[in-house]
């Protein structure tokens, strides 16, 4: 176009308002193949997003409008995923346990920073490209559970891109259901059949966390209860104890106490088994405090290191083990001896409601759906007792 040559316009119209308004754009085809999008951007910018063919180009045309016309910006093209991650996982602070963040992170660095990809543009991110990373994923041997944690951290991150304006939409929503990664649900291995936790106690006499795994087997706490539980916490006499904390972190020095699992305290009734097993602990840690004097650490803690300090988790792996062997029983996780602890509680007629309380579930419906094999026992023997209600006296 020669620049000396008016060009025309409008009538009533100067060349000053021909330029498009924000949001407004087109779609048109590269010389190369590529279909682009073109926008202008909140600041009146011109903005070009690229796509494979004229669908893609249309679709993220659509979405960047929808950025615009909020007043939000749009996306960097050069941020890429991985990027983004990085930045994601460094901003989580306050409001967010250690233990989250280890566990984002963790995700993130082992499965998808290495992977292609942490290289694409964090704007340019499909579907498509999820499901193709989860397959990938699946085929190397990675476990279907593995995998469905990769999407919830992937979510979970680009959910924070919506809400933060970088991000239109989260990609990860948009991966249909059936696409997505199932949990395999680990079948639970429990000891409360006959005399299996009878045994389980015997053997467990003389260890020195004896109470400890006491507690576990009757009371259904959780790890980290366990090792957050302070003395100031539990009153022997009335036979009670109130869970107000959990351990986070793996080592030392990382461990810490935060609030318990479903974010309130809750009081735990101990019976005669337990409050024996607590008095005899609480002797035989008065002792190990006089051994060491001035190196006791100080926290509290009703099970600690021969110093008072946090207890790592693998103490207690080892203790269980040790107690299984001489028991003759299988081996088992010690969050098992949770899932026993249920099981008995429900086995001998607990309400499911007073069950679900002991154990610190959030609703009875959790209670119900992980022992649902007692449940089931449960209902015949409500269908019995009916039945014996409803019978004439008379029938012999």
């Given at each position: 176009?020669?620049?000396?040559?008016?060009?025309?316009?409008?009538?009533?119209?100067?060349?000053?308002?021909?330029?498009?308004?924000?949001?407004?754009?087109?779609?048109?085809?590269?010389?190369?193949?590529?279909?682009?999008?073109?926008?202008?951007?909140?600041?009146?910018?011109?903005?070009?997003?690229?796509?494979?063919?004229?669908?893609?180009?249309?679709?993220?045309?659509?979405?960047?409008?929808?950025?615009?016309?909020?007043?939000?910006?749009?996306?960097?093209?050069?941020?890429?995923?991985?990027?983004?991650?990085?930045?994601?996982?460094?901003?989580?602070?306050?409001?967010?346990?250690?233990?989250?963040?280890?566990?984002?992170?963790?995700?993130?660095?082992?499965?998808?920073?290495?992977?292609?990809?942490?290289?694409?543009?964090?704007?340019?991110?499909?579907?498509?490209?999820?499901?193709?990373?989860?397959?990938t994923?699946?085929?190397?041997?990675?476990?279907?559970?593995?995998?469905?944690?990769?999407?919830?951290?992937?979510?979970?991150?680009?959910?924070?891109?919506?809400?933060?304006?970088?991000?239109?939409?989260?990609?990860?929503?948009?991966?249909?259901?059936?696409?997505?990664?199932?949990?395999?649900?680990?079948?639970?291995?429990?000891?409360?059949?006959?005399?299996?936790?009878?045994?389980?106690?015997?053997?467990?006499?003389?260890?020195?966390?004896?109470?400890?795994?006491v507690l576990?087997?009757?009371?259904?706490?959780?790890?980290?209860?366990?090792?957050a539980?302070?003395w100031?916490?539990?009153?022997?006499?009335?036979?009670?104890?109130?869970?107000?904390?959990?351990?986070?972190?793996?080592?030392?020095?990382?461990?810490?106490?935060?609030?318990?699992?479903?974010?309130?305290?809750?009081?735990?009734?101990?019976?005669?088994?337990?409050?024996?097993?607590?008095?005899?602990?609480?002797?035989?840690?008065?002792?190990?405090?006089?051994?060491?004097?001035?190196?006791w650490r100080?926290?509290?803690?009703?099970?600690?290191?021969?110093?008072?300090?946090?207890?790592?988790?693998?103490?207690?792996?080892?203790?269980?083990?040790?107690?299984?062997?001489?028991?003759?029983?299988?081996?088992?996780?010690?969050?098992?001896?949770?899932?026993?602890?249920?099981t008995?509680?429900?086995?001998?007629?607990?309400?499911?409601?007073?069950?679900?309380?002991?154990?610190?579930?959030?609703?009875?419906?959790?209670?119900?759906?992980?022992?649902?094999?007692?449940?089931?026992?449960?209902?015949?023997?409500?269908?019995?007792?009916?039945?014996?209600?409803?019978?004439?006296?008379?029938?012999?």
């Amino acid at each position: 176009m020669d620049p000396n040559v008016p060009v025309a316009t409008e009538p009533g119209r100067s060349r000053a308002h021909r330029r498009r308004d924000p949001g407004d754009g087109s779609i048109f085809q590269r010389s190369d193949g590529r279909w682009v999008a073109r926008l202008r951007d909140s600041a009146g910018r011109p903005r070009y997003l690229y796509a494979k063919d004229r669908a893609h180009a249309k679709q993220r045309l659509t979405e960047a409008q929808t950025v615009v016309h909020t007043g939000q910006p749009l996306p960097d093209q050069r941020l890429t995923f991985g990027r983004y991650l990085l930045d994601w996982v460094a901003g989580l602070g306050a409001g967010v346990k250690p233990r989250t963040v280890a566990y984002y992170e963790t995700y993130v660095r082992r499965h998808l920073l290495p992977s292609d990809l942490a290289q694409k543009p964090l704007a340019r991110l499909e579907p498509a490209d999820l499901r193709r990373l989860y397959a990938t994923k699946l085929s190397s041997g990675l476990s279907s559970t593995s995998v469905h944690h990769i999407h919830a951290v992937i979510h979970v991150a680009l959910q924070r891109a919506v809400d933060d304006g970088i991000l239109g939409r989260n990609v990860a929503a948009l991966v249909g259901r059936s696409n997505r990664p199932k949990v395999r649900h680990v079948e639970m291995t429990t000891i409360a059949a006959g005399d299996e936790p009878r045994r389980f106690l015997e053997a467990a006499k003389g260890e020195r966390l004896e109470a400890l795994l006491v507690l576990a087997l009757t009371t259904g706490m959780r790890r980290g209860e366990l090792l957050a539980l302070r003395w100031k916490d539990v009153d022997l006499e009335r036979g009670v104890l109130a869970v107000t904390g959990s351990l986070q972190g793996e080592s030392r020095p990382t461990l810490s106490i935060a609030t318990p699992k479903s974010g309130k305290s809750r009081s735990v009734a101990l019976g005669t088994v337990a409050v024996t097993a607590l008095r005899e602990h609480r002797k035989r840690q008065a002792q190990e405090q006089l051994l060491v004097g001035g190196e006791w650490r100080e926290v509290g803690l009703v099970f600690s290191t021969e110093y008072g300090d946090f207890l790592s988790p693998t103490t207690l792996r080892l203790a269980l083990r040790r107690a299984l062997t001489r028991a003759g029983l299988p081996t088992i996780r010690f969050h098992d001896l949770r899932h026993s602890a249920a099981t008995l509680m429900l086995s001998r007629g607990v309400h499911p409601k007073m069950a679900s309380e002991m154990l610190g579930h959030s609703t009875i419906a959790i209670t119900l759906d992980l022992y649902s094999h007692v449940t089931a026992n449960m209902q015949r023997q409500a269908a019995d007792a009916i039945d014996a209600a409803l019978a004439d006296p008379a029938t012999p």
